[in-house]
């Protein structure tokens, strides 16, 4: 784990204690829009192929930033619910 997504796992324990067992379980199952997803992915490809533009680069490291946020609240929402059910 990188000291970025470290700091940003400390940051967001607040936010992971207020969850309740339902919201927990809700955001478990987010998941992108299907478009959102496509374009991450194409992106993506763009990115491994060495062709992103700057705006595109700016784009993805944001997508990328925004699913980094929601896997960490996903961690913590999965530790509260095993917590409640003593696993």
């Known amino acids: 784990m990188t000291t970025q997504t ?49 705006s595109e680069r700016s784009e993805y490291e944001s997508l990328v930033s925004a699913g980094t946020f929601i896997a960490i609240l996903q961690s913590k929402a999965r530790t509260l619910l095993q917590g409640s059910t003593g696993t």
């Open 6 to 54: 470290t700091a940003l796992h400390e940051l967001l324990d607040p936010v992971g204690q207020c969850l309740t067992p339902e919201g927990a379980r809700r955001l478990i199952d987010l998941r992108a829009s299907v478009p959102v997803q496509k374009r991450m992915d194409q992106l993506a490809a763009k990115s491994n192929a060495g062709t992103l533009t700057e």
